[in-house]
């Protein structure tokens, strides 16, 4: 084997929170990897591309680069009937072309960006980078930070049990007139979760993402189901243009820090427990992961990294854990859906009571 190269921070996976950890990792100074397994950052894209206004504030370049659309609100649907709406701006997004930008600039900040490259735990907290129809480099970083999506392999390497997922599916359609909202849909069916339909110009994401249980019907049905509806109501015209899938994380993993690992974005379970939105708290909960990463590389002190998940507490603790309330409650008493479905959704007052 050969020397290991310097490294201070590897970065496993180049998504919005790898990138963000990356850059923060970078501006405070450390040598820093960031690898991701993919040819091409960003592709196939498994979102549903809506994020909120308040990221563009953060991410200023990368959003309007990417932005295909301003969205005025949320309306929602219970039983496909009009249940009100709530005021929150946002964006739709290309998602693909975000993460390339987002990547980019963790370069900028210095972080060297490998992709097509796979990271291989070793003896003795080295790490050997797989690279596709090149030599492979061996590296011993003072620390790691597993930005690797919610089915981990980083926080495998130290035994930290991943995150409960549901299974989400999406269709990109053409919408049969412009829409300047974006649309949720409850129903009983959807247990756990919801149907989407987020307009993109002239295109939108029809989704749907719950928990299957056992003897009902599957996500890829319901979603089939979902889309006839959508033309039957004059929504959406045509058919179905591209469809993608993904795992969506419902709760955190066993653990978010072990030794000199911490985890960030999906592999953390930093996404919202009820809606499944992860781009802003994956960037957020990115930052704050490089950040200690490379203070704790720089002094040779992996303790603090615990001050990592002080932050994230700090500023989405209290969000987070209410969601997290909110779906153990709901998931309980699904069968009573008319009854709690207001206090378990993010439009209605009744949720923040």
Same mark, same amino acid.
Request: include cysteine.
């Given at each position: 084997?050969?020397? @290991? $190269?310097?490294?201070?921070? =590897? ?16 501006? !405070?100074? +450390?040598?820093?990897? &960031? ?26 370049? $990368? ?10 609100? =949320? ?33 900028? +900040? ?30 011993? @970083? ?20 991943? @995150? ?10 053409? &919408? ?10 409850? /129903? ?28 009902? /019907?599957?996500?890829?049905?319901? &979603?089939?189901?979902?889309? /006839? !509806? &959508? ?41 919202? @427990?009820?809606?499944? +939105? ?15 990463? +490379? ?10 990294? !615990? ?24 998931? $309980?008493?699904? !069968? ?18």
């Amino acid at each position: 084997m050969n020397a @290991p $190269a310097p490294c201070d921070v =590897l970065v496993v996976g180049a998504g919005p929170a790898g990138s963000s950890a990356a850059r923060a990792a970078a501006d !405070e100074g +450390a040598r820093v990897v &960031l690898v991701d397994r993919r040819q091409a950052i960003g592709v196939p894209v498994q979102c549903a591309e809506y994020i909120p206004a308040m990221l563009r504030v953060d991410e200023a370049s $990368a959003c309007a680069e990417a932005c295909v659309q301003e969205i005025r609100g =949320l309306r929602t649907f219970v039983r496909g009937e009009p249940a009100g709406g709530l005021n929150s701006p946002g964006y739709t997004i290309d998602r693909d072309r975000f993460d390339q930008l987002l990547a980019a600039a963790a370069e900028r +900040a210095g972080a060297q960006l490998l992709t097509a490259t796979e990271a291989l735990p070793c003896e003795r907290r080295t790490v050997v980078l797989r690279r596709k129809g090149l030599n492979t480099l061996t590296l011993r @970083p003072r620390v790691v930070v597993g930005a690797d999506g919610p089915l981990s392999t980083v926080a495998r390497w130290v035994g930290i049990i991943a @995150p409960s997922v549901v299974a989400g599916v999406q269709a990109r359609v053409r &919408l049969a007139r412009p829409m300047d909202m974006a649309e949720v849909y409850l /129903h009983p069916d959807f247990r756990g979760g919801y149907a989407w339909l987020f307009p993109k110009g002239e295109h939108a994401n029809a989704g749907v993402a719950f928990v299957s249980a056992k003897g009902r /019907h599957s996500v890829s049905s319901a &979603l089939a189901r979902f889309v /006839h !509806e &959508l033309t039957s109501q004059g929504k959406i015209t045509g058919s179905v243009l591209a469809r993608t899938a993904g795992w969506i994380p419902i709760s955190s993993p066993s653990a978010t820090l072990r030794r000199h690992v911490v985890l960030a974005g999906d592999a953390a379970g930093q996404t919202h @427990p009820i809606t499944g +939105a992860g781009v802003y708290n994956a960037i957020v909960g990115g930052r704050i992961a490089g950040t200690w990463a +490379a203070r704790a590389a720089l002094a040779d002190d992996t303790r603090l990294l !615990e001050h990592s998940q002080e932050e994230w507490q700090d500023v989405l603790g209290e969000t987070m854990a209410r969601a997290k309330e909110k779906r153990l409650f709901m998931e $309980a008493n699904w !069968e009573r859906f008319d009854d709690t479905i207001r206090s378990c959704w993010i439009t209605f007052r009744e949720y923040y009571v």
